[in-house]
């Protein structure tokens, strides 16, 4: 499975910005996929995640703020985020669960909240 990331930039305290993750491969053999994060300094982190079958899961720094959802025409999930905080600046990487193997990884995105 590849996955290809896109959307970070730069916005200010209080905006949104959109991440999409396109999957291609073996993708009829996912079961989840995910944004993590990784800021500077710190350890990567789980911020949202989506089974094939379209339960979420959510960290409880972004609940309420950001939504996981993903198009299975495009083979493509997204991460809307609203309501930015400087806190959530880092860079964003998404990923591909299957069973029994590795997860896959995309390359990250940066994503910097400043004023």
């Known amino acids: 499975v590849q996955l290809q990331a896109s959307g970070g930039g730069l916005v200010q305290p209080g905006g949104s910005l959109r991440l999409s993750c396109a999957a291609s491969g073996s993708i009829l053999s996912i079961i989840a996929m995910g944004w993590h994060r990784q800021a500077p300094g710190k350890q990567r982190e789980l911020v949202a995640a989506i089974t094939s079958g379209g339960i979420t899961n959510y960290a409880d720094s972004v609940k309420g703020r950001f939504t996981i959802s993903r198009d299975n025409a495009k083979n493509t999930v997204y991460l809307q985020m609203n309501s930015l905080k400087p806190e959530d600046t880092a860079v964003y990487y998404c990923?591909?669960?299957?069973?029994?193997?590795?997860?896959?990884w995309g390359q990250g995105t940066l994503v910097t909240v400043s004023s």
């Open positions: 990923n591909a669960r299957r069973v029994g193997v590795p997860d896959n």
